[in-house]
């Protein structure tokens, strides 16, 4: 479904997609405006014990957040080295 990104970008376009700002998600999750937009940046990491949070308030299969996590690790590891 969204390819070849990770979390942030698919928390992004999932978040634009339903018409939610980074404060109306903050508020679904329990986290701050400024971790949304840091997580969508690609500056943090997901804590995976939110994850399901995440998914229900963008209503998305958990699966596709990891996919997400994935995706990046695999990333980061190619850059690496």
């Not at 698919?10 to 701050?32: F, H, N, P, W, Y």
């Not at 990491?45 to 994935?70: F, K, P, S, W």
């Amino acid at each position: 479904m969204m390819g070849n990104m990770h979390t942030g970008e698919i928390i992004k376009a999932r978040r634009t997609e339903c018409g939610m700002s980074q404060q109306a998600l903050a508020d679904a999750v329990g986290v701050s405006q400024v971790m949304i937009s840091y997580l969508e940046r690609g500056e943090r990491q997901i804590v995976t014990a939110r994850l399901q949070h995440y998914a229900n308030a963008l209503n998305v299969d958990v699966q596709i957040l990891i996919e997400g996590i994935i995706s990046q690790e695999n990333s980061d590891a190619s850059s690496a080295a």
